[in-house]
């Protein structure tokens, strides 16, 4: 189409695409793109720079190419920007005006294969400016769009959470994941994790052995971290959790994120995976990453005057171990003797778990906790699917905001107080009462044999302390003074 318009003679040929929107390829499609826009320019006879980027509209300050654009405008390069519609400029309404600004501003000319728009002219302001308002409607209908039917995808099982993880491949018709070759690598480090290893030790033992990352890189801490507290790995996939693509907004409330257990085939079973997720989230690896080193009570000594935590200091001119003098009076004393007589006091605590092991075992009568627990589920489950026709009925405009917050207050209250319930009953349920003091009593069994601080042989330092992590939850510290010995109170879990 001819302009006749002497005023432009340079002009800014802008193209993006943010989808395939005509299933050709968005590389197909940029091509059609461009060989119009220039056998436009060329038809007016115009010279030109192209601008090209794919990216979202969502907004334009991670779009490297238009703010490089706007910002040559500015300097007043070209006399128009040529782009297939309008609304490749944006669809956010409030960018969408920062830009007409600017245009406007520099007398900058709109061109599309069909159209010219001249800003100065009251009739071109105005038609632009409906044309961008009707873009930015037709973008939050495709975002809604969009989003419910991500939303689906994931109540159905299927990986939309990005790069499959390390261990599996995305099936591409089904769109779900399936264990791959690396998923025997997955299990070793699980099970390394489990038995005892550090997180330090384990990343020797993958570089040793060849094990790298899906980049080809060594594993590195906080790589390990991750990898454990990946829920996929035990068949669960957790979507809508941050707001915000990169979580900056944080966390939305649990009531609002997507489980779906048993979504594809698990590498890792639960059993292991909680074991292996409770020790990198319980036990303190904070040794390996800093100059102090571990010892079997670190992070379980606490004042019992103020509740600081107290560590150990090494006096090597004696070559003897000392508890820290706390800041609030508490006073120091010799460490390996206060270590015995905490190894004596757990390996005695056994007996008081094997009784109250008997006592629940001898004591149990018609349990009716997995009765109570289904119907719980069962009105949980019917809540969360209220809430969903809520935000459903929402994004239909059924409801207005005012009627749609208090709804969806009075559900999420309602979801709040079953999951407490079933927590609590959870928590009175005897079989996971006497599942819980058997493990115990195998941590005690293990902590039996002799220990590397205390007698030069036996469980490492690292071990021991995983042990007892796992067994208490702290040792009261006390040695006023006057007092003729130190006092300690273990804190069982």
């Known amino acids: 189409m001819l302009f006749n318009n002497e005023n432009i003679k340079h002009v800014a040929i802008y193209l993006r695409l943010s989808r395939d929107e005509e299933n050709l390829g968005i590389e ?55 782009v297939m519609d309008i609304d490749r400029l944006s669809r956010n309404e409030y960018d969408a005006s920062d830009i007409k600004r600017i245009l406007y501003q520099t007398e900058t000319y709109i061109v599309t294969p069909h159209r010219l728009f001249d800003l100065s002219k009251d009739d071109d302001s105005l038609l632009l400016g409906i044309t961008n308002l009707i873009a930015s409607g037709e973008y939050k209908q495709i975002l809604k769009r969009m989003k ?30 399936v264990p791959n070759e690396r998923a025997k690598d997955i299990q070793f480090i699980f099970s390394e994790i489990v038995k005892g290893t ?33 829920e996929a790995y035990k068949g669960t996939i957790i979507s809508n959790r941050c707001i915000g693509k990169h979580s900056s907004g944080g966390l939305r409330p649990k009531e609002e994120w997507i489980i779906v257990h048993n979504a594809h085939p698990a590498i890792i079973d ?51 171990y000392y508890i820290k003098h706390c800041k609030c009076g508490n006073r120091s004393f010799y460490y390996n003797p206060v270590l015995a007589l905490i190894k004596e006091e757990v390996l005695q605590h056994k007996e008081n778990i094997l009784k109250a092991t008997a006592t629940l075992e001898e004591g149990k009568q ?28 929402f994004e239909e405009g059924e409801y207005d905001i005012v009627e749609y917050r208090e709804r969806k207050a009075v ?30 009593i195998k941590a005690i069994d293990s902590l039996v044999g002799n220990w590397n601080f205390l007698d ?10 995983r042990l007892l992590h796992g067994l208490i939850s702290g040792v009261l510290w006390s040695y006023k003074k006057g007092a003729e010995s130190p006092t300690i109170d273990i804190i069982y879990k």
Not at 153 to 163: D, F, L, R, S, Y
Not at 416 to 426: N, T, V
């Open 270 to 320: 639960e059993k292991t995976w909680e074991s292996a997720n409770k020790i990198v989230n319980e036990y303190s690896f904070k040794a390996p990453r800093s100059k102090n080193r571990i010892y079997p009570t670190s992070n379980l000594i606490y004042c019992a005057n103020c509740g600081k935590v107290q560590g150990c200091n090494y006096h090597p001119h004696i070559d003897k």
């Open 366 to 393: 018609v349990d009716n906790t997995d009765y109570k627990k289904d119907k719980l589920f069962n009105r949980l489950n019917k809540s969360k699917k209220a809430l969903d026709n809520i935000n459903f009925l």
């Open 198 to 230: 550090t997180i330090p030790d384990l990343i020797n033992q993958l570089k040793n052995m060849g094990i790298k990352t899906r980049q080809g890189y060594d594993f590195h801490y906080n790589a390990i971290l991750r990898l454990i507290n990946n």
């Open 28 to 82: 197909q499609i940029l091509d059609n793109h461009r060989q119009t826009l220039i056998s436009l320019c060329n038809e007016n006879k115009w010279s030109y720079e192209i601008f090209e980027e794919v990216a979202s509209s969502s907004t334009i300050i991670n779009r490297e190419q238009m703010v490089k654009l706007l910002d040559r405008i500015q300097q007043e390069h070209f006399d128009a920007v040529v």
């Open 456 to 465: 030069g042989e036996g469980y490492s330092n690292e071990q021991v302390n």
């Open 148 to 177: 419910r039917g991500k939303e689906y995808a994931q109540k159905q099982g299927q990986w939309t959470n990005g790069i499959a993880p390390l261990g599996y491949t995305k099936d591409t018709k089904t769109k779900k994941l």
């Open 411 to 440: 559900r999420q209250e309602e979801i709040k107080l079953i999951e407490e319930e079933i927590l609590a009953l959870e928590r009175e349920d005897k079989s996971a009462k006497i599942d819980t003091l058997k493990e115990q």
